[in-house]
Nanobody, 116 residues
Framework: QVQLVEAGGGLVQPGESVRLSCAASGLTISSDTPSWYRQGPGKERELVAFITYGGTRYYVDSVKGRFTISRDNAKNTVYLQMNGLKPEDTDVYYC??????????WGQGTQVTVSS
């Protein structure tokens, strides 16, 4: 079964850090361009970051310098290290990739809440 399972969300205070993980099964996550998205109530899903097969990273402007996407091929897992969290980072975070046949695969989402 092809699936992505996220973990690592929770409630944190402004300025703190969280690391999200996205573990893939049934596919090799490094064979495509895994990415992280986020979505809040009433908002469109937003691309946050991705990492290409060659290791090129992209970040949306609002998280540059604070978030880092990385990949552990041996664990078939992608991470999103989030530092200096702000209340506006509060969202459900989703991992996404594609199968070799081009089918989109999404994780179930993990809630990150930044609040004092």
């Amino acid at each position: 079964q092809v699936q992505l399972v996220e973990a690592g969300g929770g409630l944190v205070q402004p300025g703190e850090s969280v690391r999200l993980s996205c573990a893939a099964s049934g596919l090799t996550i490094s064979s495509d361009t895994p990415s992280w998205y986020r979505q809040g109530p009433g908002k469109e899903r937003e691309l946050v970051a991705f990492i290409t097969y060659g290791g090129t990273r992209y970040y949306v402007d609002s998280v540059k310098g604070r978030f880092t996407i990385s990949r552990d091929n041996a664990k078939n897992t992608v991470y999103l290290q989030m530092n200096g969290l702000k209340p506006e980072d509060t969202d459900v975070y989703y991992c996404r990739t594609r199968t070799p046949f081009g089918e989109e695969i999404w994780g179930q989402g993990t809630q990150v809440t930044v609040s004092s």
